[in-house]
């Protein structure tokens, strides 16, 4: 559901009634993860998507029909001979779809809210579902915020909310959309209700130093993903808010000194476009030691191997050096900034999802690979 918080929220807001049909968990080939929503509100506007084209049409229905009963609902959807060109998935994968009714009536519409208030504003939030359990409380919802309080309820014994909010915090903590088993009165011994958890944290960032003509183009493709955008040069003439109007935030500082006194953490982007030594060598060297996602850096193999040389003098061992993307980017055969800034992002991706980067055409491993801890 909070995979489109912002379309709902304004939904909410407008006061329409609508079902949301969320993607509670996969099996094989699934084209999208758990959390993946579409909905579908009164007068049959769709918004979302579950799977990329191949159920909707029967999530749609299912929507439809909650909304006259407003009794939530669970469909498995799957590959078979029969209905592998009708309703099932052709990827040959399965996904377990969770239809939930909200309409004014609904008993958790103020805690649906809420979450998706909390998720529209790019606050972090985690929101808890009974995905699979008794009648009467599934589809039930309780928002846990970042400071730990939490609102609305299951529906069950009282020991259930407080194991359930621990349990969604954990997972809030680890930036992470998950299931959780538990028992009805609130033990950890699975078997009789599953929580499907989504939760939302602030956007992940990407750090650009070297305000250049591949940043601006970098810049785009950064937000495009979904990164909070951050330039910084030490130079103030190139570092400015009118040649990276996309940007989150332009800052003039000289780049190690910055990264030294801003928030980072385990999902940050680090991109080096700078390839001047007196700005990546003192960079690198604090980067590198960093628990954070990427760190990539541009310049010429030439340019690696000097840079390379120049990090080990600094005090680097191979462990760290062994760290940085360098040079950085796909082999694209990329030209233009937007190819090359195509190319950098294309390898952060990989990264991410631990792609090879090779093409499909002709490949072995799975298509869609689900990391343990891996980010929603």
């Known amino acids: 559901m909070l995979d ?135 589809g039930r919802s309780l928002l846990v915020r970042a400071d730990g309080t939490h609102e609305g309820g299951l529906g069950g014994h009282p020991a259930l909310d407080r194991t359930a909010a621990a349990e969604a915090r954990a997972l809030l903590d680890a930036g992470r959309t998950g299931t959780v088993e538990l028992s009805e009165d609130g033990s950890h011994c699975p078997g009789g209700l599953t929580l499907l958890v989504e939760t939302r944290v602030p956007p ?9 003509d591949f940043a601006a183009a970098l810049v785009r493709v950064g937000k495009f993903l979904g990164h909070h955008v951050t330039v910084c040069d030490a130079r103030p003439v190139f570092a400015t808010p009118a040649r990276f109007p996309e940007a989150d935030e332009v800052v003039v500082d000289w780049p190690h000194r910055y990264l030294r006194r801003t928030p980072t953490d385990a999902r940050t982007v680090l991109c080096v476009l700078t390839h001047e030594a007196r700005f990546d060598v003192p960079l690198l060297t604090e980067a590198l030691r960093m628990p954070i996602a990427f760190v ?21 061992n191979e462990r760290e050096l062994n760290r940085l993307r360098s040079p950085i980017g ?22 991410r999802h631990g792609g090879t980067g090779l093409p499909l055409t002709g490949g072995v491993v799975p298509i869609h690979r689900h990391l343990s801890g891996a980010s929603a």
């Open 4 to 138: 489109i918080a912002g379309e709902l929220h304004r939904w909410m807001a407008e006061g329409r009634e609508f079902a949301v049909g969320t993607v509670v968990s996969t099996g094989g080939s699934a084209p999208r993860g758990p959390g993946a929503a579409l909905a579908v509100d009164s007068a049959g506007t769709v918004i979302g998507s579950v799977s990329g084209g191949c159920v909707e049409g029967a999530v749609y229905e299912l929507c439809a029909g909650a909304l006259q009963d407003g009794e939530a609902v669970r469909e498995r959807f799957g590959y078979s001979d029969e209905d592998a060109f009708a309703v099932g998935l052709t990827c040959g994968g399965v996904i377990d779809v969770m239809v939930t009714p909200v309409r004014a009536d609904s008993p958790d519409r103020a805690v649906l809210r809420a979450a998706l208030a909390v998720a529209a504003s790019g606050a972090a939030g985690a929101l808890a579902r009974v995905v699979s359990g008794p009648d009467g409380l599934l």
């Open 204 to 212: 992940p960032r990407m750090i650009v130093f070297g305000a250049v």
């Open 296 to 316: 990539g850096a541009m310049g010429s193999r030439r340019t690696h191997e000097e840079r390379t040389r120049r990090l080990r003098e600094a005090g680097l």
């Open 330 to 351: 796909l082999d694209l055969g990329a030209r233009t900034p937007e190819e090359t800034a195509l190319s950098i992002a294309a390898e952060i991706v990989a990264a």
